[in-house]
C-alpha cells in the first residue's frame, strides 16, 4: 500500500454524551455549540438511538478536556445528556493511506495485530483513508509497534 503510515495522539481526552434525545438535529446542536466555542472534536462516534436516546463519544484535545465538558453540561441549555463521562487516560492510533477503502481486510488486519498484542480498542472509527481505534493512553507505543509491524515491515 502506498503512503501508508501509523500515527498516534496521546494528548487526547474521550468524551462520553449517554443518553441523548434520538432525534434529527441534535448532533448539529451539539457539535455546532462545540464549534463555534472554538473546539475541536478529533473523532466522534455514535450509537444507534434505542428507547429514544442515543449515546455520542468523542475525542478531543486534553487541554480542552474541561472546558468542552462545562460547554456540553452547562451550554446553553439546548444539549441534554443523561450524563458526560470525562476519561482522559486515552489515547488514538491510527493506519492512515489514501487508498485504504480500496484494499479488503485492512480494519481486520488493524484489529488482529492489536489483539495479539493484548490491546483493547474501546472505541473504533474507520473512513475512506483511516482506521483509528482509541485504547489506553498507557498501551500506544506498544499499539504503534504493532500496526507498524503488520502494515509497514514490508515497506521499511
Same mark, same amino acid.
Not at 30 to 52: A, C, D, H, Q, W
Not at 72 to 95: M, P
Not at 115 to 121: M, V
Given at each position: 500500500?502506498?503512503? !501508508?503510515? *501509523?500515527?498516534?495522539?496521546?494528548?487526547?481526552?474521550?468524551? !462520553?454524551?449517554?443518553?441523548?434525545?434520538?432525534?434529527?438535529?441534535?448532533?448539529?446542536?451539539?457539535? $455546532?455549540? !462545540?464549534?463555534?466555542? $472554538?473546539?475541536? *472534536?478529533?473523532? *466522534?462516534?455514535?450509537?444507534?438511538?434505542?428507547?429514544?436516546?442515543? =449515546?455520542?463519544?468523542?475525542?478531543?484535545?486534553?487541554?480542552?478536556?474541561?472546558?468542552?465538558?462545562?460547554?456540553?453540561?452547562?451550554?446553553?441549555?439546548?444539549?441534554?445528556? @443523561? =450524563?458526560? *463521562?470525562?476519561?482522559?487516560?486515552?489515547?488514538?492510533?491510527?493506519?492512515?493511506?489514501?487508498?485504504?477503502?480500496? +484494499?479488503? $481486510? +485492512?480494519? $481486520?488486519? @488493524? /484489529?488482529? @495485530?492489536?489483539?495479539?498484542?493484548?490491546?483493547?480498542?474501546?472505541?473504533?472509527?474507520?473512513?475512506?483513508?483511516?482506521?483509528?481505534?482509541?485504547?489506553?493512553? =498507557?498501551?500506544?507505543?506498544?499499539?504503534?509497534?504493532?500496526?507498524?509491524?503488520? /502494515?509497514?515491515? =514490508?515497506?521499511?
Amino acid at each position: 500500500m502506498e503512503q !501508508l503510515r *501509523v500515527e498516534s495522539n496521546q494528548e487526547i481526552s474521550r468524551i !462520553l454524551l449517554r443518553g441523548v434525545p434520538d432525534r434529527p438535529g441534535i448532533a448539529a446542536e451539539i457539535f $455546532g455549540e !462545540l464549534g463555534s466555542r $472554538g473546539f475541536n *472534536v478529533e473523532m *466522534v462516534v455514535t450509537t444507534g438511538g434505542t428507547r429514544g436516546t442515543a =449515546d455520542i463519544c468523542l475525542a478531543v484535545s486534553r487541554t480542552q478536556q474541561e472546558a468542552v465538558r462545562q460547554a456540553l453540561e452547562h451550554g446553553t441549555g439546548k444539549i441534554v445528556a @443523561a =450524563d458526560v *463521562v470525562v476519561d482522559n487516560q486515552v489515547a488514538l492510533v491510527s493506519v492512515v493511506g489514501p487508498s485504504l477503502a480500496k +484494499v479488503p $481486510g +485492512v480494519a $481486520g488486519r @488493524a /484489529f488482529k @495485530a492489536l489483539s495479539a498484542r493484548g490491546i483493547n480498542i474501546d472505541v473504533i472509527s474507520t473512513s475512506l483513508v483511516s482506521v483509528t481505534c482509541m485504547i489506553a493512553r =498507557d498501551r500506544a507505543a506498544e499499539a504503534v509497534a504493532a500496526l507498524e509491524g503488520e /502494515f509497514l515491515r =514490508d515497506h521499511a
